[in-house]
């Protein structure tokens, strides 16, 4: 009973690894709302560096 039990300690605990880290692999993933917020948030940042880079131009111009 014991050759039993030390032999499919390793496999139950892979088992339970592969498991965990699939459902944390699950919660992980961004909902299509998420990832558009995400994007959003991304292009108006990239917009305000541009136009304040634009402004930074336009001041030392002067």
Do not use: C, H, W
């Not at 390793?10 to 993933?29: G, H, S």
């Not at 880079?53 to 002067?62: G, P, R």
């Amino acid at each position: 009973m014991k050759k039993i039990l030390s032999g499919i300690t390793p496999i139950l605990l892979l088992v339970l690894a592969l498991t965990f880290m699939t459902n944390y692999k699950q919660l992980d993933d961004l909902s299509d709302s998420e990832r558009y917020q995400i994007r959003s948030y991304v292009e108006a940042a990239e917009n305000d560096a541009a136009a304040d880079s634009e402004s930074a131009s336009a001041q030392e111009e002067e």
